[in-house]
């Protein structure tokens, strides 16, 4: 009787180590989730605060000024970039997919400042519209899935997704 007992204490404390590393994933799977929605979603009203996407078209049609950005906010991509596997496969490449395509566009923007008129602005000038392009298509899509890890139920409280 007591080698049974032993054994089922010792069965039982398992199971609830278990149970709490399980709770403590979830809870971490889900800060981590919010972390990137909230840096995604205001790299995206950047984005569309600085009006770039009209910029960009101006630029390139009457050679005003390159648009220019404030430094992107990565800080939660960079500390937390180790821990994207607990957002599963498909959520790690989109959100460094996203990071990568916002990044591509700074640089792109900050080359167009120094470009000379000519066929190569043109040509910068279409590469960072798709940038853009590819960056708020990359963000909307990292937002709705991750609206679904913070809030299976409540999805209008991330408005952008």
């Known amino acids: 009787m007591g080698?049974?007992?032993?054994?089922?204490?010792?069965?039982?404390?398992?199971?609830?180590?278990?149970?709490?590393a399980a709770v403590a994933i979830r809870a971490g799977r889900r800060a981590l989730a919010a972390e990137l929605?909230?840096?995604?979603?205001?790299?995206?009203?950047?984005?569309?605060?600085?009006?770039v996407e009209r910029l960009l078209a101006e630029f390139g049609a009457d050679g005003r000024l390159a648009p220019s950005l404030p430094l992107?906010?990565?800080?939660?991509?960079?500390?937390?970039?180790?821990?994207?596997?607990?957002l599963g496969a498909h959520l790690a490449r989109?959100?460094?997919g996203f990071y990568a395509?916002?990044?591509?566009?700074q640089d792109e923007l900050r080359t167009l400042t120094s470009e000379?008129?000519?066929?190569?602005?043109?040509?910068?000038?279409?590469?960072?519209s798709e940038d853009l392009r590819r960056t708020f298509e990359l963000g909307d899509e990292a937002l709705r899935s991750l609206r679904d890890i913070v809030s299976g139920r409540r999805h209008d409280l991330i408005s952008r997704a």
């Open 3 to 20: 080698v049974i007992f032993v054994l089922l204490v010792i069965a039982l404390a398992i199971a609830g180590l278990a149970l709490g």
């Open 116 to 128: 000379a008129n000519g066929a190569g602005r043109a040509e910068r000038v279409h590469y960072a």
């Open 101 to 105: 395509s916002a990044e591509a566009l």
């Open 37 to 51: 929605i909230g840096e995604i979603a205001e790299t995206l009203n950047l984005l569309e605060t600085h009006d």
């Open 94 to 96: 989109l959100s460094a």
């Open 72 to 86: 992107l906010p990565t800080v939660s991509y960079r500390t937390d970039a180790p821990h994207l596997a607990l």
